[in-house]
């Protein structure tokens, strides 16, 4: 593990492998699991204003779930999660022509219809964040899901931080993610 700020990073975030495989895995980390993807509470009113935008892209049983119990639920830790439908499909979920369960909130935002890019877990995933005192850790989460994603990761040698960059810095700030570069060059990863 190494120390960069307030947060402790595992080196397997440094060290595995990962590159999501949609066309093998079709997007079924938005569909298992024990509950919807963590929300941050500063992310509940920005689901709330882009549900107009992506209202049609939900199916009708997910739009049922917000008219019922809106956009997000509190969790057993007592933390926000995206709502979910039946027990499945993150409320969220849309699904094009291959039959590859998308982010209708990020498919908004690559239209140009949202600033909103969708939850930072979700953008964040496989890696997940959890809070304690005094600090924060930043974990590789393995799933039999991702088998895919870490076959074609290793294939193309593409390292679960540098394929994760992007949600990285927007968590985490530029700075951080420099931290993290420097931390992987001193261990020759």
Partial sequence: MI?????????????EYFQCDLTVCKGVCCVDGDSGAPVEASEVAELKAVLPIVWNDLSPKAQAVIENQGVVYLDADNEYVTSIVA?????????DADGICRCA?????REGKTAFYKP?????????????KGFRAVNYHRWSVCRAAEVSG?????R??????????????????????????????
């Fill in 160 to 189: 679960v931080y540098r394929f994760l960059k992007e949600p990285l810095i927007r968590k985490f700030g530029e700075e951080w993610y420099g931290h993290l570069c420097r931390a992987a060059k001193e261990l020759n990863v």
């Fill in 154 to 158: 290793k294939k193309e040698q593409i």
């Fill in 87 to 95: 027990g499945e499909d993150c409320v969220f979920t849309c699904y």
């Fill in 105 to 109: 909130i990020e498919k908004a935002f």
């Fill in 3 to 15: 120390q960069i700020n307030d947060t402790i990073v595992s080196l397997d975030v440094l060290q």
């Fill in 120 to 132: 930072v877990s979700c953008h964040l995933y496989p890696v997940r964040v959890s809070k304690y």
